[in-house]
């Protein structure tokens, strides 16, 4: 079954382009904005999560968020000539860090917290890949673009919550390896609306295979996090309870898809707010358990499939 019999009809506006802005446009209301009010907005489960930041953590936390989120509005909000040219204006800026413009101010802010430019440039190369209508053709192709457009972020938040220890880092991908294949289970619909898949052949599917790759998947998923949660106990108390709220709302995300039998033509799966209580209190017994206390060494099987790619990134070597 192609998904993208479902998109759809072309007399319809394109709600997701933010009014046809310009990429000028664009940049000008996102430097107005508020970055927690953003967060706020657009990150509702981690910013549910992240409340129990100290105000400072809170406010880099969120200023991280809007750059990312900028890159990626950029990406999948304007039309597409506006798409190529915000890519080309912020690949310069990343290579040119004395240009005088709103990205390399709000970059400097970043950077002034620990974030490094290869790591926003591997953001770049992924959200590239959308506006380029790359494909992901093998299990290689959906892992590196995982890193890049989510992994690379877990390693952005390292020196913003207190982690010091490179042996983290490939705990702190993982999270984000989980959170984004959980992210593309849950928009496989919305993302065939707009010409993309994420999944390996998932457009030749029946179906009930669909739902098969969506199971595996999500399994996939869960194995990342559990990796992930492993390496807890090198962040410091009050930002570690912050990311294993902000991991678990993101799996039950996949275990609500999993209740509803792997049907995700319905519309964007995602937690009610007394749900998310719900795996608040769920949280709390987990406390108690021996891997959010004692850390646990990173298998490196999980980075198999790239490997070649991140060599280096997790012994914190590459500036």
């Keep these: 079954?192609?998904?993208?019999q479902r998109k759809i009809s072309p007399t319809m506006p394109k709600e997701l382009f933010l009014n046809n802005l310009t990429f000028?446009?664009?940049?000008?209301?996102?430097?107005?904005?508020?970055?927690?009010?953003?967060?706020?907005?657009?990150?509702k489960s981690f910013y549910f999560a992240s409340c129990i930041f100290k105000e400072s953590d809170l406010e880099k936390i969120a200023t991280l968020y809007?750059?990312?989120r900028f890159i990626d509005d950029c990406a999948d909000e304007l039309p597409p000539a506006e798409s190529a040219r915000a890519m080309a204006s912020i690949f310069?800026?990343?290579n040119h860090p004395h240009n005088q413009t709103s990205f390399n101010l709000l970059m400097a802010e970043v950077e002034a917290f620990g974030v490094q430019r290869w790591q926003i440039k591997e953001l770049l190369i992924g959200a590239q890949f959308d506006v380029q209508g790359g494909q992901i053709l093998t299990q290689k192709d959906l892992m590196l673009y995982c890193f890049?457009?989510?992994?690379v972020v877990g390693l952005m938040m390292c020196p913003l919550i207190g982690v010091t220890s490179p042996k983290a880092y490939a705990h702190s991908i993982d999270l984000g390896l989980g959170m984004q294949l959980t992210n593309i289970c849950r928009d496989i619909s919305e993302d065939a609306d707009n010409n993309r898949s994420y999944l390996p052949n998932l457009n030749s599917m029946a179906p009930e295979d669909i739902k098969n790759l969506v199971r595996e998947t999500l399994d996939m998923a869960?194995?990342?996090?559990?990796?992930?949660?492993?390496?807890?106990?090198?962040?410091p108390i009050r930002p570690r309870i912050v990311i294993l709220l902000a991991g678990e709302l993101y799996r039950h995300i996949g275990?609500?898809?999993?209740?509803?039998?792997?049907d995700i033509t319905g519309g964007r799966t995602y937690l009610k707010l007394w749900e998310k209580i719900l795996v608040s209190i769920k949280c709390l017994f987990k406390l108690g358990q021996s891997f959010f206390w004692k850390s646990k060494g990173h298998h490196s099987s999980l980075h198999f499939p790239i490997q070649d790619h991140i060599q280096g990134y997790t012994q914190g070597n590459i500036g």
């Design 66 to 68: 809007r750059l990312c």
């Design 92 to 94: 310069d800026d990343l």
């Design 1 to 4: 079954m192609d998904l993208r």
């Design 148 to 151: 890049r457009v989510a992994g």
């Design 24 to 43: 000028d446009q664009l940049t000008e209301e996102y430097f107005k904005v508020d970055a927690k009010d953003l967060m706020a907005k657009h990150g």
């Design 222 to 235: 869960d194995r990342y996090y559990f990796s992930a949660y492993d390496g807890l106990s090198y962040i």
């Design 255 to 262: 275990i609500k898809i999993r209740r509803n039998h792997y």
